[in-house]
């Protein structure tokens, strides 16, 4: 071989060494590693999956949205979690916990011996100081709802340094799944900055890697921003599999950036990508056409747990010298608007054309995929557009001669509905709602939106009239949802920073869902959020449209596929995803 072209292959082999994610570090004989049941797979490799979009933080403590959450799954840990294929909890930082006979009181056993993910031990300080952070008025974290049981943050002690011991002020049910994604924070890095008053600014997109520390599989490598971002193995993780291996066997996970998912497909179907999380029926339907014997990896898994719904506007717009929203708030405030618009929209087609027949309607906010706590019994009233007239008439809306829908002062009603853009069933969802309501005679103009630019607007300046929007997917638990359904909850979406309930059937929804919320029984529960279906569908804070199937694909070269309902739905066991030997090479070729 000629001395150049050995030193050329010497030079990229050094260049692979420097750039090699660590590698795992050697069990230690006092750590309490968790052991795993899955097939045993191979070191090495990066997989590569899709985003709908950029992160907007990496901190778990102030995240919102579902794509920042899906990437800080991967940095951090919890104490118990919720295993998505099973739906039941299981442990996990917490080695094991018991609880008291009147349910006031749970004691977690700590795993020993365990670092995060910069080498430093973890242990009881870091829970006690993450519960502080997540119960901070002042942080206002989106899990801090969860967290308060009659008006009251759980408390909590250290027992020693690896046994923690939490108080409720009432019973509450199902109280060990609470603990499921609520990340375990490193007090050494976080608790100055916190007590300086500097939280709301840490683990942000430019944070160095080095500042960002968890006990998740992986930990941060690199972001480019409108690229992708970077993570790579945690070498101290505490996870091993079956031969005692420390996990996770991936070298690296890489999350890229596409606009919509037709490019995400195109970058799965070029071999750019590994992994594809929820297709649309029509992209799932392509792959199965040109998925041979030794082809992609395909699963329809029924419907998901998601619901996608027609949100109105109907925060409180104080001075914010929006007249004309003001103006239109008066048609959504009235229920007998919202229902006539319910009635006129036609969900069979929403499913047939946004999810191609993979998908089923709905009329209230669980889907048939929660089969332990949807109401059956919920009313699904059928496509009618003389009941939405009748419904606006009594309303005291008419039609001028041109057929146009007016309102009692004459004003016609036309009202925008502001979708983003990188997802494709939404806009159809949007454009099929406009053309049902075109037939009461209301224009609705169709708006599509960058991701964050909607959140933004949905969530801060309230400068919309109506939105498509998607909830649920997580934990199948009522409790999950608490921050939706109570008046003054985070994601109260329809009314936002509610103090108290602006109506009787919102007083109503606050005190099921507490109740239900510290009833231990799980049939008397079932009845409880029964009663909070019936009001949420019969009051149509929402205006519920339909859930998909859950349709995913990964590349043959993955290992250990095996994708749930729940989110998130492929990367739920991403420790134990692997490469086949040979994958790494075929993608760089």
Excluded at 178 to 200: M, N, V
Excluded at 444 to 464: D, G, I, K, W
Excluded at 500 to 507: K, L, M, N, R
Excluded at 516 to 538: C, E, G, H, P, S
Aim: charged residues 20%; glycine residues 6%; aromatic residues 8%.
């Amino acid at each position: 071989m000629p001395r150049t072209v050995r030193l050329c292959l010497l030079l990229q082999v050094f260049a692979i060494l420097c750039l090699a994610a660590p590698s795992p570090d050697p069990l230690q004989p006092k750590e309490e590693v968790q052991l795993c049941k899955e097939n045993a797979g191979h070191y090495g490799g990066r997989l590569v999956v899709g985003l709908r979009a950029e992160p907007k933080t990496l901190n778990p403590v102030t995240a919102e949205d579902a794509v920042s959450r899906e990437v800080i799954a991967e940095l951090t840990a919890d104490l118990v979690h919720i295993n998505r294929s099973t739906q039941q909890s299981e442990p996990a930082l917490a080695k094991s916990w018991k609880v008291s006979a009147d349910g006031l009181s749970y004691t977690l056993k700590l795993r020993r011996g365990i670092r995060f993910s910069d080498g430093q031990p973890f242990d009881a300080d870091d829970v006690l100081f993450s519960f502080a952070v997540y119960t901070d008025e002042k942080i206002d974290s989106p899990q801090r709802d969860l967290l308060i049981i009659n008006g009251k943050p759980i408390q909590v002690t250290k027992l020693d340094q690896y046994t923690v011991h939490f108080i409720l002020a009432r019973p509450y049910a199902a109280a060990e799944r609470i603990f499921d994604s609520l990340a375990i924070l490193p007090r050494h890095i976080l608790e100055k900055p916190y007590r300086e008053g500097q939280f709301l600014q840490q683990w942000s997109l430019n944070t160095p890697p080095s500042h960002m520390v968890g006990l998740g599989p992986f930990r941060l490598k690199q972001y480019l921003p409108g690229q992708r971002v970077v993570l790579e193995r945690n070498p101290y993780y505490w996870k091993a599999d079956s031969a005692k291996r420390r996990l996770p066997y991936l070298d690296e996970l890489v999350f890229v950036f596409a606009a919509n998912e037709d490019a995400r497909l195109m970058q799965f179907e070029a071999g750019e990508t590994d992994v594809v999380n929820r297709l649309s029926a029509q992209n799932y339907s392509l792959l199965t056409r040109q998925s041979g014997p030794s082809g992609f990896q395909l699963q329809d898994l029924g419907p998901s747990t998601e619901y996608n719904f027609l949100l109105l506007n109907l925060n409180d717009i104080g001075s914010s010298h929006l007249p004309d929203l003001e103006r239109k708030q008066a048609w959504f405030r009235d229920l007998r608007f919202r229902q006539a618009l319910s009635a006129a929209v036609d969900r069979d087609s929403i499913v047939r054309l946004a999810y191609g027949g993979r998908g089923t309607p709905l009329w209230g906010n669980l889907s048939p995929g929660n089969k332990l706590w949807v109401n059956s019994a919920i009313p699904h009233p059928q496509l009618s557009l003389e009941a939405a007239r009748q419904l606006l008439k009594s309303a005291g809306f008419s039609w001028n001669s041109s057929g146009t829908l007016i309102d009692p002062s004459r004003q016609p009603v036309q009202f925008s509905i502001i979708v983003a853009s990188s997802n494709s069933q939404r806009m159809q969802m949007a454009t099929i709602v406009q053309d049902d309501l075109s037939k009461l005679g209301i224009q609705v103009s169709v708006v599509p939106m960058e991701f964050r630019a909607l959140l933004q607007r949905v969530f801060q300046t309230y400068n919309y009239e109506a939105t498509i929007l998607g909830l649920g997917g997580g934990d199948a638990d009522p409790n999950a949802e608490m921050n939706v359904w109570v008046s003054n909850g985070s994601t109260h979406l329809w009314h936002l920073g509610e103090a108290h309930p602006a109506t009787a059937w919102e007083a109503d929804l606050d005190r099921l869902m507490n109740q239900q919320m510290l009833t231990l029984n799980y049939k008397r529960r079932k009845r409880l959020f029964d009663q909070v279906q019936r009001i949420i569908a019969a009051n149509l804070p929402l205006i519920f449209l339909a859930t998909p199937d859950v349709l995913v694909a990964a590349s043959p070269a993955v290992g250990n596929f095996h994708p749930a309902v729940l989110e998130p739905n492929t990367l739920w066991n991403i420790d134990q995803l692997y490469l086949n030997r040979g994958a790494e090479m075929a993608r760089s070729h």
